[in-house]
């Protein structure tokens, strides 16, 4: 009997911590990510579907240095930052390209040839996909964003012009509702 409520006491005090995982689509995220240092808190989580059969794709999650509900918000820190993407679905290299192109030209108004560039460098990071792949994107202030796929650095693409370009193809106008309140933790 003690050790039932030993066990019950430690349940409880250890749900007291907030250290419990966020959870969608059978993908769980951690609360808290550390970047450059820092650690920072997970904003919001969302289920990224595609085509008109709502296939899904990948997990979401956006890790910030403090919680932000507006774009402008999560534009206006100046502190790292991470996007995690859990893979759900496989993908292939020019599936990723496809996807990117659109989500850079659909989501940012001008895109000058050296951000071009740079978008151009980030796809060619991106290689086969299947389901479990963790990809993340890491903007370290000073350093740029480290592209690593299921914890192994693939490159650094430098410049705030990119960080925010990437930013806004997450969490511009032109990408689903749901998606942009998940990450922006309106929705949860």
Known sequence: MRKLFAGLLLLAVGGLTGVQAASLAGVNLSDTAVVGGQTLVLNGIALRTK??????????GLYLREKANTVEAVLAQAGPDRVQMNMIYAASPRQFK??????FNDN????????????DQFVSFFGQAKRGDIITLDYIPGQGTEVSWNGAL???IAGTDFH????????GPNLPEDFRNGLLGVNH
């Open 98 to 103: 496809d996807a990117w192109d659109e989500g």
């Open 164 to 171: 925010t370009a990437l930013l806004n193809a997450f969490l």
């Open 154 to 156: 693939k490159g650094t």
């Open 108 to 119: 940012n108004p001008e895109i000058s040839p050296e951000l071009r560039a740079k978008i």
């Open 51 to 60: 085509t008109w059969f709502k296939v899904k794709v990948y997990v979401g």
